[in-house]
């Protein structure tokens, strides 16, 4: 580091991990020399973006000259319609990752104290650690949060609690009757955000979203995303629910225009097709039982899960299965950056890329 940066930079952004995003094809591609690839990484739809959506994003390219909406005055009027709820509970953010950036700059400052399960979503610790704020990182038990031990870690410093429900890397829940004893004890004081970007995979009737104490003006805010299921993951655009008087807060440190006008067109329109949202959540359901079956067959250890992605023990160092996938097209994520090194996340795909996926990974391990 020069002495320039050690001098001038913020000391806080030296500690920062950097985030690392799944693989992209094109990428695999130029290093590789491949032209068929499937990618399980990053956890996207694989059947794309509703053709509803598509066409609002075409019928809005010829506004392209023009700045977007900046209160997004449409989508959250859309979004109040479809969840039931005041457009002043309602903040619109660059993806979810925007709104988690808004919300540490919102609320944190040096020396505060935010909670987190471990593993879980990294740009709670990244955001977090940009303010100053200290970070703590609560193991997970049997792969899910560890409420109890949440609550155990919670003092008067702590500023915000992140309950990843469905949690990434692991996929799974927190039940409602656990859910429902970890509000009723949290200090009234502590901000708890339920980062809920896997929402409408879920299948389990044990869950219960955060929605509902933001409903009873708790200090809670919800986030969901449009780059799952609804599949605009391209065009960043996530929202959060909350009171009136946390979303005000939230947007005094918000850009002006920081959501794009195709992303604002593209999400109404996605939140209007509901044959598109079905299919997707049929596919995942089957694709889903198709792998613990062919895990099962395998011998592998896997965690069931309520999202979109499963998390599996190959029982070999995760980078070497990747890298021998990779040769083969298939793009998925390693568990040693979760730290469960012979772990791999592999995103739910149509069932032709989850025939693809087994089949690959049986010719690497029975070798």
Do not use: W
């Amino acid at each position: 580091m020069s002495e320039f940066l050690e001098n001038k930079a913020r000391k806080e952004i030296f500690s920062l991990k950097p985030y690392v995003p799944g693989k992209p094809i094109d990428e695999v591609k130029r290093e590789l020399g491949l032209e068929d690839i499937i990618k399980l990484a990053s956890n996207e739809n694989p059947l794309g973006a509703s053709p509803k959506a598509i066409q609002a994003i075409e019928d809005s390219l010829n506004q392209l000259h023009l700045y977007p909406d900046s209160n997004c005055f449409h989508l959250k009027k859309r979004l109040s319609d479809f969840l039931g709820m005041p457009e002043n509970c309602i903040l619109i953010g660059n993806g979810s990752d925007e709104l988690l950036k808004l919300i540490a700059e919102t609320f944190l400052n040096k020396e505060d104290e935010v909670i987190y399960g471990d593993p879980s979503f990294v740009e709670y610790e990244f955001t977090a650690k940009i303010m100053g704020a200290k970070c703590i990182a609560v193991p997970l038990l049997d792969f899910k949060y560890d409420l109890e031990a949440v609550l155990a870690a919670v003092n008067e410093k702590t500023k915000i609690v992140y309950i990843c429900n469905p949690n990434n890397p692991t996929g799974t829940i927190v039940t409602a009757d656990e859910l429902k004893d970890f509000v009723l004890r949290l200090p009234d004081d502590v901000i708890v955000i339920f980062d809920e970007a896997y929402y409408e995979y879920n299948e389990n009737p044990q869950f219960l979203s955060g929605l509902e104490y933001v409903k009873e003006g708790r200090n809670a805010i919800v986030l969901r995303t449009f780059s799952k299921i609804y599949g605009l993951a391209a065009l960043r655009v996530g929202y959060g629910l909350s009171t009136p008087e946390i979303v005000g807060a939230i947007e005094r440190v918000m850009e002006p225009f920081n959501v794009n006008s195709l992303a604002q067109s593209g999400a109404i329109a996605a939140l209007d097709d509901i044959k598109h949202i079905n299919k997707g959540y049929q596919v995942n359901s089957q694709g889903k039982k198709y792998l613990y079956g062919e895990f099962e067959k395998m011998g592998l250890n896997y965690v069931k899960t309520d999202a979109n992605f499963i998390f599996v023990d190959t029982g070999k160092d995760s980078q070497e299965v990747f890298h021998k996938l990779l040769k083969m097209g298939v793009i998925i994520r390693t568990g040693d950056i979760f730290g469960f090194p012979s772990f791999i996340r592999v995103t739910v795909g149509t069932m032709e890329e989850n025939q693809r996926f087994i089949e690959s990974l049986k010719t690497i391990l029975e070798a």
